[in-house]
């Protein structure tokens, strides 16, 4: 395809994409704050996420450390905000507390302290969801929802973390399984707001669940393949 060709395609998509987030807002059991398109441009060039910045799209997501760093560095002059949502083994904790904004999978205060540690003292504070395995999926990342209101307490306590809320993916499961594990997240997110009003971020719903997600309180939906196509 053409660049331009490329670019048409994108914008198609991502409007289509920001349709359907603004049709299931209408039904959403928490309508504010409006709900975030954070789009996940992992295996995608720095290319397209350029592409997509100038369309508007500021926020992206990505899941390899390596692969992330790079795109964050090749795309420095653009005031994005970056959001590592894979899975983060503490030996490359440094990379993301010195390259991203966000860290949507943190699931263990041994994690929470390195970060704390490693974030640039010139930089500001780290936001932090924490990943709760709903599904209790076995060899999944996440902790259990028992164990989030002491994990939340902890990292309350480091200054350069900033805890934003929570964020799940959810086993693939038949609508009534999903809808039960979307509720039960935001359930506990309503909760721990009481506790910590700042936080503003409820992280779920992807390309195939993303209006559900929504119905059920989700403040920011992930989404690659409906507006990237399929990965390389
Ligand atoms: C890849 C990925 C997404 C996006 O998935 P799509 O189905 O392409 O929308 C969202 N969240 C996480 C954590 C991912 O790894």
New binding site residues.
Partial sequence: MTDLATKNNLAQCLSRVKQQIAEASTTSLHPEPAVEL?A?S?KHPAAKIQQLFALGQSRF?E?YVQEGVAKVQALAHLAIDWHF??PLQSNKSRLVAEHFHWL??LDSLKLARRLNAQRPVDMAPLNILIQVNISQQASKSGISLAQVAALAGAIDTLDNLCLRGL?C?PAPEDESHLRADFLAMHEQFSALQKQYPQLDTL?MG???D?GLAIECGSTMV???????GQ?P
Avoid: D, E, P, Y
């Fill in positions: 954070l996940v992992k997501g899941n949502i894979g949507h999978t964020m993916i992280s992807m390309s195939a993303l992930r989404v690659g393949s409906a507006i990237f990965r």
